[in-house]
């Protein structure tokens, strides 16, 4: 039997050549496609996240993969409907999340890295969502890289997309080059398993729940029929000419100039190129010249044009008709804008991007800057995070936190401002999170003060110290947690990032994934069959835990072996027999009755 990666790489080959994909179904009956799904989910949070059953990734073992063969041989496997709840988005409105069951995410894994491994060579270079090597910062590099010149940009939104995916329609898409009916009723089954919310079943008329794990695949293939037909229909149709025809005006200036240049007028040469030099070079209305840009990430798309208003409502126009009529999709009306490049700004992937003006930023005598478009951190954004510190307009302390230690607190402030700062570090205004710095910082002093009962100022002194940049040094708050003579202590520090723009700043949604041969460590440890408390070798099975704090319990006086083997190891997981198993959950559920 091939492994999972052999098998995945032949998959991949006939994806880059476009040739049709059979006999999928046999595929599902190969053990190592259900180990690397094991070994790529354990990790995740969410794999200890009970669905509709109070399944979860503890309790893993090889007979819970064989057992899902033996169904899926058997064309007998029941999809479980989700567990579905809502969360709270930006704007207020509620998101929808799907939580499958472990043995369905399990399945569901396999057959996302066989449609990811087959449609991933085919899916368009403007495609930026749900894709290893791809982000939100590649996306945002292709504007900034390749758009010049726009002069309105549409902004597309697709309502409700995830949950309005077709299912006919998907499936038809899935058809035209998935060869095997086997596999497709598979998907069909899974489309249609409906979802429990309060307890009461629903069934699913359409679209795919977000949280389900071959959702991103799913849409990314069906969403790739828009960007055939941008690249397909759209960008030929509006792409035309070389470039634009000299500005007559500006031409006009430059021959003034060099007249009184030869006639021996040095300054009133020089006055007629500077005012030259606030004019444009080319005509912006040249009726022989358009240009159209494209970008999507995920449900999100930004068209940039070159061309008059009516023809960018007409592009808006055929967007909105193309996906309601071939996809079934329709376009938010209040995210849906047509915005002008050179008065406004773009909203996308929550920057604000506009049309660059510097007239005096020159590169070989010639202006560099005008026309191309920048990124920058929209005011409302920064007020947004502050406010998430402040309250009546002043920074304040968070109680929440008065029980960790200084170094925890610490930590957490730092986490939560590098998160922003990294993100937006492409932005020419990233200097202006110098407000979000402020504030949080003293409210991080705030909390610590209130913590010790003492005062910002004695604080500020305390935890105060510079570390060097390649820039200069700065000031930061620093905490140390000494871990004995024999180990390095543990430094947390808030600050110490410069605001400086990064053109070059990439942070992947999905980092590109390594192929190779070798099993994971865990994967390794279930096949050896053999229990780490007792040594036995009776149908081994894997416990998990959330995290490592979980072990450590209050009021404890002697720790069991299991959790001594867990912390001495740092490993989340333990590979046990059933009886020893059985013993964890037992001594576990007595321990929550004692301290309850």
């Given at each position: 039997m091939r492994n999972a990666e052999t098998i995945l790489s032949i998959i991949r080959e006939r994806g880059r050549q476009k040739l049709p994909l059979e006999d999928i179904y046999r595929q599902l009956y190969n053990r190592d496609l259900y180990l690397r799904a094991y070994s790529r989910l354990y990790r995740n949070d969410g794999a200890m996240t009970p669905g509709a059953t109070s399944e979860t990734v503890d309790g893993m073992a090889l007979t819970k993969i064989d057992k899902i063969i033996t169904l899926i041989r058997e064309e007998g496997y029941q999809w479980t409907p989700v567990r579905r709840t809502l969360i709270p988005k930006k704007s207020g409105k509620l998101r929808v999340l799907g939580l499958p069951t472990w043995s369905d995410k399990l399945l569901q894994e396999v057959i996302r890295s066989i449609l990811d491994a087959y449609y991933e060579p085919q899916f368009s270079r403007h495609s930026h969502g749900?894709?290893?090597?791809?982000?939100?910062?590649?996306?945002?590099?292709?504007?900034?890289?390749?758009?010049?010149?726009?002069?309105?940009?549409?902004?597309?939104?697709?309502?409700?997309?995830?949950?309005s995916l077709?299912?006919?329609?998907?499936?038809?898409?899935?058809?035209?080059?998935?060869?095997?009916?086997?596999?497709?009723?598979?998907?069909?089954?899974?489309?249609?398993?409906?979802?429990?919310?309060d307890w009461k079943y629903h069934a699913t008329l359409s679209g795919v729940p977000q949280g389900s794990v071959v959702g991103p695949i799913c849409s990314n293939i069906y969403l790739d029929r828009l960007d055939q037909f941008v690249e397909c229909v759209l960008l030929p149709t509006y792409n035309y000419g070389d470039h634009r025809k000299p500005s007559p005006p500006y031409m006009a200036l430059l021959n003034a100039a060099r007249n009184k240049r030869i006639a021996g007028n040095h300054e009133e040469a020089k006055k007629l190129r500077q005012q030259a030099q606030q004019m444009p070079s080319r005509d912006p209305n040249d009726p022989e010249f358009r240009r159209l840009w494209y970008v999507r990430y995920a449900d999100d798309w930004l068209l940039g044009f070159s061309g008059p208003r009516d023809e960018a409502e007409q592009i808006k126009a055929r967007m909105k008709e193309f996906l309601l009529d071939e996809l079934k999709l329709e376009l938010s009306q209040e995210k849906t804008l047509i915005t002008n490049a050179r008065t406004e700004a773009a909203r996308f992937l929550g920057y604000e991007i506009i049309n660059q003006d510097a007239d005096d930023k020159h590169c070989r005598k010639q202006r560099s800057l005008n026309g191309a478009s920048g990124l920058k951190v929209p005011v409302d954004v920064i007020r947004e995070k502050c406010s998430k510190y402040m309250r009546h307009g002043k920074p304040i302390q968070r109680a929440e936190l008065l029980n960790d230690t200084d170094f925890s607190i610490i930590a957490q402030y730092q986490a939560e401002y590098r998160g922003v700062v990294q993100y937006y570090l492409k932005a020419f205004n990233v200097h202006r999170l110098r407000e979000l710095y402020q504030v949080m910082k003293l409210s991080l002093a705030k909390t610590l003060a209130d913590k010790h009962r003492t005062s910002v100022g004695q604080v500020i002194r305390k935890y105060q110290t510079t570390v060097p940049t390649p820039h200069g040094r700065l000031k930061v708050l620093q905490a140390v947690q000494q871990r004995g003579e024999k180990k390095e202590p543990l430094v947390a520090r808030f600050g110490g990032i410069e605001l400086r723009r990064q053109k070059d700043a990439v942070i992947n949604d999905r980092p590109p994934e390594v192929y190779n041969s070798l099993r994971s460590e865990i994967v390794q440890r279930l096949l050896a069959d053999q229990c780490e408390l007792c040594g036995s070798e009776d149908n081994c099975e894997v416990h998990h835990v959330r995290k490592l704090a979980d072990l450590d319990q209050p009021g404890q006086k002697e720790k069991p072996l299991w959790v001594k083997r867990m912390a001495a190891r740092r490993r989340k997981t333990l590979v046990v027999c059933q009886q020893c198993h059985e013993d964890i959950h037992r001594e576990r559920s007595s321990r929550h009755k004692s301290t309850a």
């Amino acid at each position: 039997m091939r492994n999972a990666e052999t098998i995945l790489s032949i998959i991949r080959e006939r994806g880059r050549q476009k040739l049709p994909l059979e006999d999928i179904y046999r595929q599902l009956y190969n053990r190592d496609l259900y180990l690397r799904a094991y070994s790529r989910l354990y990790r995740n949070d969410g794999a200890m996240t009970p669905g509709a059953t109070s399944e979860t990734v503890d309790g893993m073992a090889l007979t819970k993969i064989d057992k899902i063969i033996t169904l899926i041989r058997e064309e007998g496997y029941q999809w479980t409907p989700v567990r579905r709840t809502l969360i709270p988005k930006k704007s207020g409105k509620l998101r929808v999340l799907g939580l499958p069951t472990w043995s369905d995410k399990l399945l569901q894994e396999v057959i996302r890295s066989i449609l990811d491994a087959y449609y991933e060579p085919q899916f368009s270079r403007h495609s930026h969502g749900f894709r290893p090597g791809r982000g939100c910062h590649t996306a945002l590099d292709e504007i900034t890289r390749r758009w010049r010149g726009v002069k309105w940009y549409v902004e597309g939104d697709i309502s409700r997309c995830f949950d309005s995916l077709d299912h006919q329609v998907m499936l038809s898409i899935l058809k035209e080059n998935l060869h095997d009916n086997r596999f497709l009723r598979l998907l069909s089954n899974l489309f249609k398993a409906g979802y429990l919310e309060d307890w009461k079943y629903h069934a699913t008329l359409s679209g795919v729940p977000q949280g389900s794990v071959v959702g991103p695949i799913c849409s990314n293939i069906y969403l790739d029929r828009l960007d055939q037909f941008v690249e397909c229909v759209l960008l030929p149709t509006y792409n035309y000419g070389d470039h634009r025809k000299p500005s007559p005006p500006y031409m006009a200036l430059l021959n003034a100039a060099r007249n009184k240049r030869i006639a021996g007028n040095h300054e009133e040469a020089k006055k007629l190129r500077q005012q030259a030099q606030q004019m444009p070079s080319r005509d912006p209305n040249d009726p022989e010249f358009r240009r159209l840009w494209y970008v999507r990430y995920a449900d999100d798309w930004l068209l940039g044009f070159s061309g008059p208003r009516d023809e960018a409502e007409q592009i808006k126009a055929r967007m909105k008709e193309f996906l309601l009529d071939e996809l079934k999709l329709e376009l938010s009306q209040e995210k849906t804008l047509i915005t002008n490049a050179r008065t406004e700004a773009a909203r996308f992937l929550g920057y604000e991007i506009i049309n660059q003006d510097a007239d005096d930023k020159h590169c070989r005598k010639q202006r560099s800057l005008n026309g191309a478009s920048g990124l920058k951190v929209p005011v409302d954004v920064i007020r947004e995070k502050c406010s998430k510190y402040m309250r009546h307009g002043k920074p304040i302390q968070r109680a929440e936190l008065l029980n960790d230690t200084d170094f925890s607190i610490i930590a957490q402030y730092q986490a939560e401002y590098r998160g922003v700062v990294q993100y937006y570090l492409k932005a020419f205004n990233v200097h202006r999170l110098r407000e979000l710095y402020q504030v949080m910082k003293l409210s991080l002093a705030k909390t610590l003060a209130d913590k010790h009962r003492t005062s910002v100022g004695q604080v500020i002194r305390k935890y105060q110290t510079t570390v060097p940049t390649p820039h200069g040094r700065l000031k930061v708050l620093q905490a140390v947690q000494q871990r004995g003579e024999k180990k390095e202590p543990l430094v947390a520090r808030f600050g110490g990032i410069e605001l400086r723009r990064q053109k070059d700043a990439v942070i992947n949604d999905r980092p590109p994934e390594v192929y190779n041969s070798l099993r994971s460590e865990i994967v390794q440890r279930l096949l050896a069959d053999q229990c780490e408390l007792c040594g036995s070798e009776d149908n081994c099975e894997v416990h998990h835990v959330r995290k490592l704090a979980d072990l450590d319990q209050p009021g404890q006086k002697e720790k069991p072996l299991w959790v001594k083997r867990m912390a001495a190891r740092r490993r989340k997981t333990l590979v046990v027999c059933q009886q020893c198993h059985e013993d964890i959950h037992r001594e576990r559920s007595s321990r929550h009755k004692s301290t309850a």
